[in-house]
């Protein structure tokens, strides 16, 4: 079974651009999540989506958004980029969702932000 | 509001001594979930073990053991004779429902590394 898949790996933008994350779940998943991770931080929750709706959603600026498709693949969008969002970004799949099943973490996008 | 704390920041053992890594948590919820991953230095965090809060039974998977106590609020991690491999990040997590039953919070804590030296 193929794991979770996160395009692209490495990207870097300047301040004020907007970027598309990509994350295709197992096969079989419905539930995809999105996590921030940085040294100070640590990882933080993004939201998570559910058969097309976001069910769950942390604590950050509306810059951050996501979508899901009916494929269960998601995007995240980060728009008017600021420095500390450079971070490594995360997907995650699991069959009924964050709080009960275990998250299937893909490799992470690497965003640095100039 | 629920909190982890992972007071380790960093951690550094020789091979075949055993290590324990803390995890305490915090929620008001009488029903929640625990979780440990490992993030090794590939990146891809590895989900390790799943614990619910009306479960107090301590778990042992070959090298690993988890001990979990709700009288201190803390869901410890043990590794048996660590080896070389071990070495990565630990990260632990609290799940708590929110109203409506589908909808959680998650929030992990920040993390602890562990080096295991030949």
């Known amino acids: 079974k193929a794991g979770v898949t996160q395009t692209p790996r490495y990207l870097i933008k300047t301040r004020g651009q907007q970027v598309t994350l990509s994350c295709s779940p197992i096969?079989?998943?419905?539930?995809v999540s999105w996590y921030q991770q940085t040294p100070g931080q640590g990882l933080q929750f993004l939201f998570e989506?559910?058969?097309?709706?976001?069910?769950n959603k942390g604590n950050f600026p509306g810059r951050f958004s996501g979508r899901q498709f009916s494929n269960s693949r998601s995007e995240m969008n980060v728009s008017t980029l600021e420095l500390g969002d450079s971070a490594l970004y995360l997907c995650?799949?699991?069959?009924?969702?964050?709080?009960?099943?275990?998250?299937?973490f893909g490799n992470g996008t690497r965003l640095t932000v100039t | 509001a629920q909190k982890v704390t992972q007071a380790q920041t960093e951690i550094s053992v020789v091979e075949k001594e055993d290590v324990t890594l803390d995890c305490v948590y915090e929620?008001?919820?009488?029903?929640?979930?625990l979780f440990w991953y490992k993030q090794p230095p590939s990146g891809e965090l590895v989900f390790l073990i799943r614990?619910?809060?009306?479960?107090?039974q301590n778990e042992i998977s070959g090298r690993y053991s988890w001990n979990f106590q709700k009288s201190t609020s803390s869901f410890n991690f043990t590794i048996t004779a660590s080896q070389v491999v071990d070495s990565a990040v630990y990260v632990c997590?609290?799940?708590?429902?929110?109203?409506?039953?589908?909808?959680?919070?998650?929030?992990f804590g920040k993390g602890t590394l562990l080096t295991v030296n030949p």
């Open positions: 995650a799949s699991s069959l009924t969702g964050i709080g009960l099943s275990p998250l299937h």
């Open positions: 989506y559910f058969s097309e709706t976001q069910r």
């Open positions: 614990r619910n809060s009306f479960d107090e």
């Open positions: 096969s079989g998943h419905r539930s």
């Open positions: 929620t008001r919820d009488t029903t929640y979930y």
């Open positions: 997590a609290l799940s708590e429902a929110q109203s409506g039953g589908c909808n959680y919070n998650l929030t």
